[in-house]
C-alpha cells in the first residue's frame, strides 16, 4: 500500500472494489482452462472433441455468474479469492479430463469423470451464491454456533454409525453412498466446526487467556481451561478410531489448535496441541495397523514397491519423469498413478506440467491462503477475524498435507486437493468454506460506514479499529 | 490477535516452501535417478509405441513385436520363451528389462546412437521409427539339447564353438516364460510375476553367467596344464597316497569315496588326471607352488573382471589361498576356487584350440530396421595361456578321462572325446555339485561344452557327463 491515494482505506478517496481486476483475472483464468482442455484433445485424440463448445460456455458461464454475484452482494471482496479458485477448478477439469481419455484409451469402460465433476462444480457455484446472498453479514453465523457444531458431529460420526457396506471405501469409514453419488459428510463438518470454534473461542477467548504459572518463559493456562482442547483432541482421536481417517483427524486437530492459538495469543496452546499430537500419534502408531502401514511406507516407499508403496512410488515416477518441464498435458503417464483423479491429481499435475507447472499450482493456493489471512487481519470484528483465519488455515493445512502425502514429505493421510482433485463433496464444500471468505474479506474492504458523515468530516490520519 | 495471525500466515508461508523446496527435490535432483528406475514404465511404455527388434536364432525369431489393437501398439512376445529365456530376458511395461532386452536396448529399441539418422528421416518422412535385429550365434538344436537335459534339475549348460569363441548354447534352469511379464495388463503381469518369482530357485537368473561355483575337480585340469608348463608329462610319475596329511595341519585328504589311486602310491599323471585322483593333483599343486598355480589359473582367465559376452558375465576366481593346505585344496578345485560354467566352458574350448582363448560372443550381427548390417563380431583371441604342446598333452589326457575313467558317459559313437569330470563339495549336509567340461571331436574339435548340476547329489560322470554327451550329439546330428 503505498501512497495515501491508492490506499483503500485512506481518507477522502474512495475505496475502489477491484470488481474489474477480478473480472479480467477470472477472463484469464478461464482462457487457461479452454486452452488446456484444448492442448489435452489434441495431444490425446488428436483433434477438438465436439462438447469442447458446451464446456467452454458452461466454464464461462459459472464464473461469469459467480462474479455478477459477487458485484451484486460483495463488491468490496478481495479480487483474487475468486480467480484463484477459477483457476484450480478448471486445472482440476483438464486434468480428469485427461485422465479420462487415458482409461478409455486403455479401453476401461469407465464411467466419464470430467463432465460429472463440472456438474458438482455448478452445484458448488450455485451454492457459493446462495451463501453469499443469504448471509449478508458473516456475523450472523455465530448466532448459529452450537447448532452448527451439532451439525459438524452429526455429519463426521454419520459414516462411522452407518454399515460399512454404505460408509467404507478402501478401509476409510468416511462415506454415504447413497444411489450412485458418494458422498463425505467429513468435508461439510470441517466448515460447520471451524464457524464453531471461531464463535467458541471469541466467546471463551478471555478466559483461555489466562495464565496460571510461567514456565521456561511460556505461560501455561489453568489445567481446568485444557478442558476445550482436550476435546478437540478426543474427538479427533474418535475419527481415526471409528472411521480409520488419518487425515480428518489431523485436519480438524490442527485447525483447531491453531484457531486456539490465534484466539488467545498464547504460544503455550501451541505447545501444549502439539504434545497432544506427538501423544495422539504415538498411540495411533502403536495400536493401528494401517498407521503404522503408512509410516513405513512413507519411511522406505521404494521397499513397499509390490504393495502399499506402489502408488507413492507412482506418483514419484510420474514427477521426476516429469522433470522441469513436464511431459506436456496428454503427453505422459499419469494413469498409471492408482486414483491419479483424486488423492494423487497433484502428481499427474507434476508429471505433465513439470516443476513449473506444480510450483505455479502450490503457489495459487498460497495466494489465496494469504489472501484469506490477509482478510482475517483486516476485518474489525474478532468472530471474522477468528472465522477468516480458521478456514483460510483450513486450506493450508490440507494442501500442505496432502500434497506433502503425494510428494513423500508425509505420510499419506488421504486427503484431497482442494477444486483441484475428483470429488463432488470436497469440491462443493471448499466453494461454501470460499463463499464465507469472499463474504469476510467484503466486510474487511468495506469502508467501514460509508455513508456516515462523520468519518467524512474526521479527516482523521488514522482509523480507529476495535479489535 | 493479529500477532498470532502473522505468525500463522509465516508459518504458512515456511510449509509451502517446504512443499517447493521437496518437489525441486525429486523433479530436479532425484528426476535422473527416478526416471531411470527400471521400475518407472513410463519411458518403457514410450517405447511400446514403436516395433522394437527382433532377437534372432538361426533365422527364426525368439524375441519379438507384434501389432496389437490396445492402447499400447506393439506386444512383445517370445515364441519359445522358457527355451532362450535365459539369454534374452524379459521386456516388460512393469518390471524393464534384464539380458539381452536390456544389454541390448539401443539396439532393440532403435535408440542406438548409429540409428540416428534413420531416426531423423523417419521424422520427415512419416515413417513409422522402428528398432533394430540382433542376430544370435546359437545353435538351436544345441540349445533345445542343453535344456531337454537339464530338465528337472537346477543347472546350467555352455556350448562354444572352440576356435571361434561363439557361444552355441547357453541354458539355464529352472527357466520362465517371459511372455509371462511381457504383455499388456500390469494386474497380470504382476501376478504372472509372483507365480514365476515364488518357485525357488530363482528362474530369472542365468546359471550360466550370473553366479560362479566351486569347480571341484575340473579345475585339475588348469592343475595339470601347470605342471605340464613346469616340464612334467603326462608319463611323469607322481605320488597318489592314499591319505594325504595336509602340510601343516592334522587335517587330512582322501580321495572320491576314499579310494586308493594306485596301489603303489604313486601313478602316471595321466592316470591321476583319468581317474581323478585327489591326493596325487592336492600333492602336485603343493610341490608346484602358489605361483604357478595362481598364474595358470589367471592365463585362463579366473580373476579377470568386467567379461561382457555382451550380457555380464560373474567373475570366476581362485580365491585366496593362505596357506600349503589351502593350496592342496585350491589345486583340487575346492576351498576359494569358484568358477562360472561359462568359464568352465571356455577352459575346455582353450584346450581344443590348441591353447588360444577366443572372446566368447553372444551376438553374431546387430541390424538396423532396413536389414543392413551395423556390426558383426570377428573372432578374437582373447589369451593364449598354454602351447599348442601342452594343449595336445592335454587334450590327450582329457581323451583318457572320457574313454576309460571318470568320464566315460560322454563318449560318442564314432568320434574320441575329450574331457573332465567334476563333483564339488558345497559343505556338510548339502548335495555336490556336478560338473563336467569337454570337447570333441578331440582330433578336430568343433564343440566344447561344459555342464553344471547345482547339488545334483550324484557325480559329474554320473549326472553331467551324459548331458554333455546329448548336447554334442545334438550339435553333430544338426551338422548332418
Not at chain 1, 471405501?169 to 454415504?176: L, Q, S
Not at chain 1, 477468528?386 to 500442505?400: D, E, K, N, P, T
Not at chain 2, 567373475?315 to 589345486?331: D, K, M, N, R, V
Not at chain 2, 566368447?360 to 536389414?371: C, F, K, S, T, V
Given at each position: 500500500?503505498?501512497?495515501?491515494?491508492?490506499?483503500?482505506?485512506?481518507?477522502?478517496?474512495?475505496?475502489?472494489?477491484?470488481?474489474?481486476?477480478?473480472?479480467?483475472?477470472?477472463?484469464?483464468?478461464?482462457?487457461?482452462?479452454?486452452?488446456?482442455?484444448?492442448?489435452?484433445d489434441?495431444?490425446v485424440?488428436?483433434?477438438?472433441?465436439?462438447?469442447?463448445?458446451?464446456?467452454?460456455?458452461?466454464?464461462?458461464?459459472?464464473?461469469?455468474?459467480?462474479?455478477?454475484?459477487?458485484?451484486?452482494?460483495?463488491?468490496?471482496?478481495?479480487?483474487?479469492?475468486?480467480?484463484?479458485?477459477?483457476?484450480?477448478?478448471?486445472?482440476?477439469?483438464?486434468?480428469?479430463?485427461?485422465?479420462?481419455?487415458?482409461?478409455?484409451?486403455?479401453?476401461?469402460?469407465?464411467?466419464?469423470?470430467?463432465?460429472?465433476?463440472?456438474?458438482?462444480a455448478?452445484?458448488?457455484?450455485t451454492?457459493?451464491?446462495?451463501?453469499?446472498?443469504?448471509?449478508r453479514?458473516h456475523?450472523t453465523?455465530?448466532?448459529?454456533?452450537?447448532?452448527?457444531a451439532?451439525?459438524?458431529?452429526?455429519?463426521?460420526?454419520l459414516?462411522?454409525?452407518?454399515?460399512?457396506?454404505?460408509?467404507?471405501?478402501?478401509?476409510?469409514?468416511?462415506?454415504?453412498?447413497?444411489?450412485?453419488?458418494?458422498?463425505?459428510?467429513?468435508?461439510f463438518?470441517k466448515?460447520?466446526l471451524?464457524?464453531?470454534?471461531?464463535?467458541?473461542?471469541?466467546?471463551?477467548?478471555?478466559?483461555?487467556?489466562?495464565?496460571?504459572?510461567?514456565?521456561a518463559?511460556?505461560?501455561?493456562?489453568?489445567?481446568?481451561?485444557?478442558?476445550?482442547?482436550?476435546?478437540?483432541?478426543?474427538?479427533?482421536?474418535?475419527?481415526?478410531?471409528?472411521?480409520?481417517?488419518?487425515?480428518?483427524?489431523?485436519?480438524?486437530?490442527?485447525?483447531?489448535?491453531?484457531?486456539?492459538?490465534?484466539?488467545?495469543e498464547?504460544?503455550?496452546?501451541?505447545?501444549?496441541?502439539?504434545?497432544?499430537?506427538?501423544?495422539?500419534?504415538?498411540?495411533?502408531y502403536?495400536?493401528?495397523?494401517?498407521?503404522?502401514?503408512?509410516v513405513?511406507?512413507?519411511?522406505?516407499?521404494?521397499?513397499?514397491?509390490?504393495?502399499?508403496?506402489?502408488?507413492?512410488?507412482?506418483?514419484?515416477?510420474?514427477?521426476g519423469?516429469?522433470?522441469?518441464?513436464?511431459?506436456?498435458?496428454?503427453?505422459?503417464?499419469?494413469?498409471?498413478?492408482?486414483?491419479?483423479?483424486?488423492?494423487?491429481?497433484?502428481?499427474a499435475?507434476?508429471?505433465?506440467?513439470?516443476?513449473?507447472?506444480?510450483?505455479?499450482?502450490?503457489?495459487?493456493?498460497?495466494?489465496?491462503?494469504?489472501?484469506?489471512?490477509?482478510?482475517?487481519?483486516?476485518?474489525?470484528?474478532?468472530?471474522?477475524k477468528?472465522?477468516?483465519?480458521?478456514?483460510?488455515?483450513?486450506?493450508?493445512?490440507?494442501?500442505?498435507v496432502?500434497?506433502?502425502?503425494?510428494?513423500?514429505?508425509?505420510?499419506?493421510?488421504?486427503?484431497?486437493?482442494?477444486?483441484?482433485?475428483?470429488?463432488?463433496?470436497?469440491?462443493?464444500?471448499?466453494?461454501?468454506?470460499?463463499?464465507?471468505?469472499?463474504?469476510i474479506?467484503?466486510?474487511?474492504?468495506?469502508?467501514?460506514?460509508?455513508?456516515?458523515?462523520?468519518?467524512?468530516?474526521g479527516?482523521?490520519?488514522?482509523?480507529?479499529?476495535?479489535? | 490477535?493479529?500477532?498470532?495471525?502473522?505468525?500463522?500466515?509465516?508459518?504458512?508461508?515456511?510449509?509451502?516452501?517446504?512443499?517447493?523446496v521437496?518437489?525441486?527435490?525429486?523433479?530436479?535432483?532425484?528426476?535422473?535417478?527416478?526416471?531411470?528406475?527400471?521400475?518407472n514404465?513410463?519411458?518403457?511404455?514410450?517405447?511400446?509405441?514403436?516395433?522394437?527388434?527382433?532377437?534372432?536364432?538361426?533365422?527364426?525369431?525368439?524375441?519379438?513385436?507384434?501389432?496389437?489393437?490396445?492402447?499400447?501398439?506393439?506386444?512383445?512376445?517370445?515364441?519359445?520363451?522358457?527355451?532362450?529365456?535365459?539369454?534374452?530376458?524379459?521386456?516388460?511395461?512393469?518390471?524393464?528389462?534384464?539380458?539381452?532386452?536390456?544389454?541390448?536396448?539401443?539396439?532393440?529399441?532403435?535408440?542406438?546412437?548409429?540409428?540416428?539418422?534413420?531416426?531423423?528421416?523417419?521424422?520427415?518422412?512419416?515413417?513409422?521409427?522402428?528398432?533394430?535385429?540382433?542376430?544370435?550365434?546359437?545353435?538351436?538344436?544345441v540349445?533345445?539339447?542343453?535344456?531337454?537335459?537339464?530338465?528337472?534339475?537346477?543347472?546350467?549348460?555352455?556350448?562354444?564353438?572352440?576356435?571361434?569363441?561363439?557361444?552355441?548354447?547357453?541354458?539355464?534352469?529352472?527357466?520362465?516364460?517371459?511372455?509371462?511379464?511381457a504383455?499388456?495388463?500390469?494386474?497380470?503381469?504382476?501376478?504372472?510375476?509372483?507365480?514365476?518369482?515364488?518357485?525357488?530357485?530363482?528362474?530369472?537368473?542365468?546359471?550360466?553367467?550370473?553366479?560362479?561355483?566351486?569347480?571341484?575337480?575340473?579345475?585339475?585340469?588348469?592343475?595339470?596344464?601347470?605342471?605340464?608348463?613346469?616340464?612334467?608329462?603326462?608319463?611323469?610319475?607322481?605320488?597318489?597316497?592314499?591319505?594325504?596329511?595336509?602340510?601343516?595341519?592334522?587335517?587330512?585328504?582322501?580321495?572320491f569315496?576314499?579310494?586308493s589311486?594306485?596301489?603303489?602310491?604313486?601313478?602316471?599323471?595321466?592316470?591321476?588326471?583319468?581317474?581323478?585322483?585327489?591326493?596325487?593333483?592336492?600333492?602336485?599343486?603343493?610341490?608346484?607352488g602358489?605361483?604357478?598355480?595362481?598364474?595358470?589359473?589367471?592365463?585362463?582367465?579366473?580373476?579377470?573382471?568386467?567379461?561382457?559376452?555382451?550380457?555380464?558375465?560373474?567373475?570366476?576366481?581362485?580365491?585366496?589361498?593362505?596357506?600349503?593346505?589351502?593350496?592342496?585344496?585350491?589345486?583340487?578345485?575346492?576351498?576359494?576356487?569358484?568358477?562360472?560354467?561359462?568359464?568352465?566352458?571356455?577352459?575346455?574350448?582353450?584346450?581344443?584350440?590348441?591353447?588360444?582363448?577366443?572372446?566368447?560372443?553372444?551376438?553374431?550381427?546387430?541390424?538396423?530396421?532396413?536389414?543392413?548390417?551395423?556390426?558383426?563380431?570377428?573372432?578374437?583371441?582373447?589369451r593364449?595361456?598354454?602351447?599348442?604342446?601342452?594343449?595336445?598333452?592335454?587334450?590327450?589326457?582329457?581323451?583318457?578321462?572320457?574313454?576309460?575313467?571318470?568320464?566315460?558317459?560322454?563318449?560318442?559313437?564314432?568320434?574320441?572325446?575329450?574331457?573332465?569330470?567334476?563333483t564339488?563339495?558345497?559343505r556338510?549336509?548339502?548335495?555336490?555339485?556336478?560338473?563336467?567340461?569337454?570337447?570333441?571331436?578331440?582330433?578336430?574339435?568343433?564343440?566344447?561344452?561344459?555342464?553344471?548340476?547345482?547339488?545334483?547329489?550324484?557325480?559329474?560322470?554320473?549326472?553331467?557327463?551324459?548331458?554333455?554327451?546329448?548336447?554334442?550329439?545334438?550339435?553333430?546330428?544338426?551338422?548332418?
Open positions: 500500500m503505498a501512497g495515501p491515494v491508492t490506499d483503500p482505506r485512506g481518507p477522502g478517496a474512495t475505496t475502489p472494489t477491484r470488481r474489474g481486476t477480478e473480472a479480467a483475472l477470472l477472463a484469464f483464468a478461464v482462457l487457461i482452462t479452454v486452452v488446456a482442455q484444448a492442448i489435452v489434441l495431444t485424440t488428436g483433434s477438438l472433441r465436439p462438447e469442447m463448445a458446451t464446456f467452454s460456455a458452461w466454464i464461462t458461464v459459472l464464473w461469469v455468474v459467480a462474479h455478477l454475484v459477487v458485484r451484486r452482494w460483495a463488491s468490496y471482496a478481495d479480487p483474487l479469492l475468486l480467480p484463484a479458485v477459477a483457476l484450480l477448478v478448471g486445472l482440476g477439469l483438464t486434468v480428469i479430463h485427461r485422465l479420462d481419455l487415458a482409461s478409455e484409451r486403455a479401453g476401461e469402460v469407465a464411467r466419464e469423470d470430467a463432465p460429472v465433476q463440472l456438474v458438482w455448478t452445484l458448488g457455484v451454492l457459493f451464491v446462495a451463501v453469499l446472498v443469504v448471509v453479514d456475523r453465523l455465530s448466532r448459529f454456533a452450537y447448532t452448527l451439532l451439525l459438524g458431529i452429526a455429519l463426521l460420526a459414516p462411522a454409525v452407518l454399515p460399512a457396506s454404505i460408509s467404507e471405501v478402501n478401509g476409510a469409514k468416511i462415506w454415504i453412498r447413497v444411489a450412485g453419488f458418494s458422498i463425505q459428510p467429513g468435508e463438518a466448515i460447520c471451524v464457524v464453531f470454534f471461531a464463535a467458541y473461542l471469541v466467546d471463551k477467548r478471555d478466559v483461555l487467556a489466562l495464565a496460571s504459572k510461567k514456565v518463559g511460556l505461560e501455561l493456562p489453568r489445567g481446568r481451561d485444557l478442558g476445550p482442547v482436550l476435546l478437540a483432541w478426543i474427538l479427533s482421536i474418535l475419527v481415526l478410531v471409528f472411521e480409520r481417517d488419518l487425515g480428518s483427524s489431523l485436519l480438524l486437530f490442527g485447525i483447531f489448535v491453531v484457531m486456539l492459538y490465534v484466539a488467545t498464547r504460544a503455550s496452546w501451541l505447545f501444549i496441541g502439539l504434545a497432544l499430537f506427538a501423544g495422539g500419534a504415538m498411540i495411533a502403536q495400536i493401528f495397523a494401517h498407521v503404522q502401514a503408512r513405513d511406507t512413507w519411511l522406505d516407499p521404494s521397499a513397499y514397491y509390490d504393495g502399499a508403496g506402489y502408488q507413492l512410488m507412482q506418483s514419484l515416477f510420474g514427477l519423469t516429469g522433470g522441469l518441464f513436464g511431459a506436456g498435458l496428454g503427453g505422459g503417464r499419469p494413469d498409471q498413478v492408482p486414483v491419479a483423479k483424486s488423492d494423487f491429481i497433484a502428481a499435475v507434476g508429471e505433465e506440467l513439470g516443476l513449473f507447472g506444480l510450483v505455479a499450482v502450490i503457489v495459487v493456493y498460497l495466494i489465496l491462503v494469504e489472501r484469506g489471512l490477509r482478510t482475517s487481519l483486516v476485518v474489525r470484528d474478532a468472530f471474522g477468528l472465522l477468516a483465519a480458521g478456514l483460510a488455515f483450513a486450506i493450508a493445512w490440507q494442501v500442505f496432502v500434497l506433502g502425502g503425494v510428494t513423500g514429505l508425509l505420510p499419506l493421510t488421504g486427503l484431497t486437493t482442494p477444486f483441484l482433485a475428483y470429488g463432488g463433496s470436497s469440491l462443493v464444500a471448499n466453494f461454501v468454506l470460499v463463499a464465507l471468505l469472499v463474504r474479506s467484503d466486510a474487511a474492504r468495506r469502508p467501514a460506514t460509508p455513508h456516515a458523515p462523520s468519518m467524512r468530516l479527516d482523521a490520519p488514522t482509523e480507529v479499529v476495535t479489535p | 490477535m493479529n500477532a498470532p495471525l502473522r505468525r500463522v500466515a509465516i508459518s504458512v508461508l515456511v510449509l509451502f516452501t517446504l512443499l517447493i521437496n518437489v525441486n527435490i525429486i523433479q530436479v535432483v532425484r528426476s535422473e535417478s527416478l526416471r531411470g528406475d527400471n521400475r514404465t513410463r519411458v518403457l511404455a514410450e517405447t511400446y509405441d514403436r516395433e522394437r527388434g527382433s532377437i534372432i536364432v538361426d533365422g527364426n525369431e525368439v524375441a519379438m513385436s507384434v501389432p496389437t489393437d490396445g492402447r499400447l501398439t506393439y506386444l512383445r512376445t517370445y515364441p519359445q520363451g522358457p527355451l532362450y529365456a535365459p539369454i534374452t530376458g524379459y521386456h516388460s511395461l512393469v518390471y524393464g528389462n534384464t539380458y539381452l532386452e536390456d544389454v541390448m536396448d539401443d539396439v532393440l529399441s532403435g535408440e542406438d546412437d548409429r540409428l540416428f539418422v534413420r531416426r531423423i528421416a523417419d521424422l520427415f518422412t512419416g515413417r513409422d521409427p522402428a528398432g533394430g535385429d540382433v542376430v544370435l550365434t546359437l545353435d538351436p538344436d540349445q533345445a539339447a542343453a535344456m531337454a537335459g537339464l530338465d528337472g534339475l537346477t543347472g546350467a549348460v555352455v556350448a562354444l564353438d572352440p576356435a571361434t569363441g561363439a557361444i552355441l548354447g547357453m541354458a539355464s534352469t529352472p527357466t520362465y516364460d517371459p511372455g509371462l511379464v504383455g499388456h495388463d500390469p494386474e497380470a503381469i504382476r501376478q504372472n510375476m509372483e507365480q514365476i518369482t515364488g518357485s525357488d530357485p530363482d528362474p530369472r537368473v542365468n546359471r550360466a553367467i550370473a553366479d560362479n561355483y566351486p569347480p571341484g575337480s575340473l579345475f585339475k585340469v588348469i592343475t595339470a596344464a601347470a605342471a605340464l608348463q613346469e616340464g612334467y608329462t603326462p608319463e611323469t610319475v607322481v605320488p597318489a597316497v592314499d591319505l594325504l596329511t595336509l602340510p601343516q595341519t592334522t587335517q587330512t585328504l582322501s580321495n569315496n576314499g579310494s589311486c594306485s596301489s603303489s602310491q604313486e601313478q602316471r599323471l595321466i592316470d591321476s588326471l583319468t581317474i581323478s585322483c585327489n591326493t596325487a593333483f592336492a600333492q602336485l599343486g603343493i610341490d608346484l602358489e605361483e604357478s598355480i595362481r598364474e595358470m589359473a589367471e592365463a585362463f582367465g579366473l580373476d579377470d573382471e568386467g567379461q561382457e559376452i555382451p550380457l555380464d558375465v560373474a567373475p570366476s576366481t581362485i580365491g585366496e589361498i593362505e596357506s600349503a593346505a589351502a593350496l592342496g585344496q585350491t589345486s583340487i578345485g575346492q576351498r576359494d576356487v569358484r568358477m562360472t560354467v561359462l568359464q568352465a566352458a571356455l577352459v575346455a574350448a582353450t584346450v581344443a584350440n590348441d591353447g588360444r582363448q577366443m572372446r566368447p560372443y553372444l551376438i553374431d550381427e546387430q541390424r538396423a530396421p532396413d536389414l543392413s548390417v551395423l556390426e558383426s563380431t570377428d573372432p578374437e583371441v582373447l593364449e595361456p598354454i602351447s599348442a604342446e601342452i594343449a595336445d598333452q592335454l587334450t590327450e589326457m582329457m581323451v583318457s578321462v572320457v574313454a576309460r575313467g571318470s568320464g566315460r558317459a560322454a563318449r560318442l559313437p564314432g568320434m574320441e572325446v575329450a574331457g573332465k569330470t567334476g564339488a563339495q558345497v556338510e549336509g548339502v548335495p555336490d555339485h556336478n560338473w563336467f567340461m569337454g570337447f570333441a571331436p578331440a582330433d578336430d574339435p568343433e564343440i566344447a561344452v561344459a555342464v553344471f548340476v547345482a547339488n545334483g547329489g550324484s557325480t559329474g560322470g554320473d549326472l553331467s557327463a551324459p548331458i554333455a554327451r546329448d548336447v554334442m550329439a545334438a550339435y553333430f546330428e544338426g551338422q548332418g
